[in-house]
């Protein structure tokens, strides 16, 4: 199973995520914020699936994945995927950087095989 990082403000969320993902078989990290979900994807050797929530304090998800895009390294390394509650569509620079990314989006409130699925799916992209 992979290693998951989970990066939400939201404590109730992340706990929940967390609880479900380990019951998956997976391994569990967390961040509250983007700084730290940077400081952890630069600093963590092995692939992970990131699930990235858009809108962070600290650094926003579309700005973890403009630091990502600029290093090859770690684009290359992780998986990531992304949690948004929006519906919209999204600016067509952001939209094209998901897509350069190959980053899937999972619409808030999603159910647990979507998760779960799109977790194997993303592993399966870095070898995690």
Not at 80 to 85: D, I, N, P, Q
């Amino acid at each position: 199973m992979a290693v998951v990082l989970v990066v939400e403000d939201d404590v109730e969320i992340r706990a929940t995520l967390r609880l479900a993902l380990e019951d998956d078989g997976h391994t569990v990290l967390e961040a509250q914020n983007g700084l730290d979900a940077l400081a952890l994807l630069r600093s963590h050797r092995e692939p992970m699936v990131v699930l990235l929530d858009l809108l962070l304090p600290q650094l926003s998800g579309d700005a973890v994945l403009k630091q990502v895009v600029a290093d090859s390294e770690l684009a290359a390394r992780h998986s990531y995927v992304l949690l948004t509650a929006a519906h919209q569509s999204f600016p067509p620079p952001f939209a094209s950087m998901l897509k350069q990314l190959g980053v899937p989006i999972l619409h808030k409130p999603f159910d647990l095989d979507t998760l779960f699925e799109t977790v194997a799916q993303a592993a399966q992209h870095v070898g995690a």
